[in-house]
């Protein structure tokens, strides 16, 4: 009986996967463009202590020492930086990737330009979808959230971290862009290193942000889509491009 | 005394203007782009049943009576669409222009791409900045706005509206661009019609919005400056071009 109700479940998971998948295909035609359908996690608040301390940490030009330990053993120790969890882990900055994905089962896709296929957008707050995108022979994470920055009026924040040191990430421009019912909003910055505090990139604002009415606007059935975009940067161009 | 008085305003005003159009400059050293700098207003509110009675009669395919008469004498007349004060002129769409420019001194500017320099981003909401753009032989009104939807947190909105119908609206695209700090945010969309209400507009979020802490970033010196620029819309890029 058991089993039967096990491969109930997973049928009714394929048909859902397939539906996802059917809804990504008809918002995305175009060719060669992959799309991630990413499916939401409600997420467990970080201890404060540790952001303020991963946060201290980088502005002293430091890789940030585990709050779980009051003496600091390696310098060179990162603890985990997935948003989602209050996770004990600690490790080096090349092992950060294998963590996400083995521990906290964070998808990586490959590609210079993909979709991401944000689904559910009408959970409540606080909510995250997070994926890890390689690309330029860097690993970067992307970090969609629904929060309540103003009690009863849920915000969308979107950001783009590199999974290196501040310094590497200079190198690189990530453009995040919507594009539904004859509106396009496009941003483009230069990705943080996982090392700063991914909630106070959040709370500062300084990514892309969007309302739930025009989160709305630009989703179709309950599903945002971001296209997602990396390259290396030039000389960055100037405002004088504008 | 008084003449001397009146000479050293018109001094200090000059100096200002210098300053500004100096700060301008240096934003934007693009060659052959005009800034215009624009000076905030503050703002004095709607009478509500004006909105509505714009709002419900643009939905209907009629043009708006007038708020102030019970009766509408005249269908082809138009409201002053002036967001800022409550105008008790009415008049036919081909003249709103010209009362918008002498009564209520409103600029014109000429040219396809355009630089609005917004300065004093620092004054309390309600406050607007206002022009408009004469542009591929229609008028347009560019309206940012610093508003606080949730108390003690002002944001601004930024919008186009075409000085014409819903219909010819259809035939445009309009874009608003922030460039600075290494980021870039870019906004198209469809203008609105004049004849549907700037507040409902910017009540509903449909537009270009900015928290404070990004509009700082964006800001130099306390102006803020967008790149505007408007095509005539070819078949609307589909959601497929991401």
């Known amino acids: 009986m058991l089993f039967f109700t096990q491969c109930f479940g997973a049928v009714l998971d394929l048909i859902h996967l397939r539906f996802q998948h059917y809804k990504a295909k008809r918002v995305f035609s175009a060719a060669g463009q992959l799309v991630c359908v990413v499916n939401p996690t409600h997420s467990l608040k970080y201890a404060p202590s540790r952001c303020a301390a991963v946060q201290a940490s980088t502005e002293q030009g ?15 120790l990162v603890p985990c930086t997935c948003p989602l969890f209050s996770c004990p882990w600690e490790g080096h900055l090349e092992v950060v990737v294998s963590h996400l994905r083995q521990t906290h089962r964070i998808n990586i896709l ?40 103003y009690e009863g009026h849920p915000q969308f924040f979107a950001t ?6 501040p310094t590497q990430a200079d190198n690189f421009t990530y453009r995040l862009e919507l594009n539904r019912n004859q509106r396009r909003l496009k941003w483009e910055a230069t990705p943080r290193s996982i090392l700063e505090c991914v909630d106070s990139v959040i709370s500062d604002g300084d990514c892309l942000v969007l309302n739930t009415s025009l989160a709305q606007l630009f989703s179709d059935n309950g599903s945002l889509a971001i296209g997602i975009a990396i390259t290396t940067s030039k000389v960055h161009s100037s405002e004088a491009e504008m």
């Open 160 to 165: 783009m971290m590199l999974i290196g040191t």
């Open 110 to 149: 490959q590609g210079a330009e993909i979709v991401f296929l944000a689904t559910d957008m009408h959970l409540p707050a606080p909510t995250d979808w997070i994926i890890m995108h390689s690309c330029l022979g860097h690993q970067f994470l992307l970090v969609l959230r629904k929060q309540e920055k």
């Open 62 to 76: 430091i890789l940030p020492p585990c709050h779980h330990h009051e003496a600091v053993h390696d310098p060179q």
